[in-house]
């Protein structure tokens, strides 16, 4: 909130008191109202605006009225991007941004800003990026829902002025399993030992309370735990169609 009020001989010449802020949320609205008097007209304004920053636009919307006059106004604005992933919408473009591709990650914001989000692509338009200089991009994955696996969620660009720069980011769209199981002997699974499908590659991990957290693209037939990796012993847990992540499975 701010207050400013000007004298002259008389007295009280002008002032002027206005309110601003940020809700919604994602911080995607911005607001400002204004009151302002003018004693040598002996006049009253009142103001008003809105700007909602959405994923695709800007709109802003303003309204103002005295005992003279009102006024009302509204505008769009924002941009359309080709590249060589598709066409993307952005709320706005500047002379140098950057098209940050994270596939599969949907709902991560940008370098702090909540209202810019990425696509359900995984795509977004960042336009605040600094010509000549190091600009450090991140995305924020803790309001996204996907189950793809954001890996570095941290890059850095150096673009020249006008420039158009693809930020492609790590990502992993296997589907994610979250199955219980125990030995044969009722004994928990080793914590962070190694989850391996038949062919010996790593595709997931044993976590807190004998899970296993993996992800494979289909159902594996079966997956293989370390149960004591100094004598090279593991045991072997067989699925069927599907996965089960109700059951408790036995790993023998």
Not at 75 to 99: D, P, Q, Y
Not at 136 to 156: C, F, P, T, W, Y
Request: charged share 15%.
């Amino acid at each position: 909130m701010s207050n400013s009020t000007t004298f002259d001989d008389q007295g009280v010449a002008s002032n002027n008191t206005g309110l601003s802020g940020t809700v919604g949320s994602r911080d995607q609205f911005n607001y400002g109202v204004n009151l302002s008097y003018q004693h040598q007209e002996n006049e009253t304004t009142a103001g008003a605006n809105l700007t909602w920053n959405a994923p695709v636009a800007t709109v802003n919307g303003s309204y103002s009225q005295s005992s003279t006059y009102r006024q009302a106004g509204a505008s769009v604005s924002g941009g359309i991007v080709a590249w060589s992933g598709g066409v993307n919408l952005a709320n706005r473009l500047s002379e140098t941004f950057a098209v940050m591709n994270a596939p599969g990650i949907k709902d991560a914001y940008v370098n702090g800003q909540k209202y810019r989000t990425t696509n359900r692509n995984g795509v977004v338009i960042y336009d605040g990026m600094t010509p000549y200089r190091e600009n450090h991009l991140m995305l924020d994955v803790s309001q996204s829902d996907s189950e793809a696996e954001l890996r570095g969620n941290r890059k850095i660009a150096a673009p020249y002025r006008g420039a158009v720069v693809l930020v492609n980011f790590d990502t992993d769209q296997r589907k994610p399993w979250f199955i219980k199981a125990l030995r044969a002997d009722g004994q928990p699974l080793m914590f962070g030992y190694e989850v391996n499908d038949i062919h010996g590659h790593n595709i997931g991990v044993v976590g807190q309370g004998s899970q296993l957290f993996i992800r494979t693209n289909e159902v594996p037939p079966s997956v293989n735990v370390a149960i004591d990796k100094q004598q090279g012993l593991s045991c072997t847990i067989t699925f069927g169609k599907e996965i089960d992540e109700s059951r408790n499975y036995i790993c023998q």
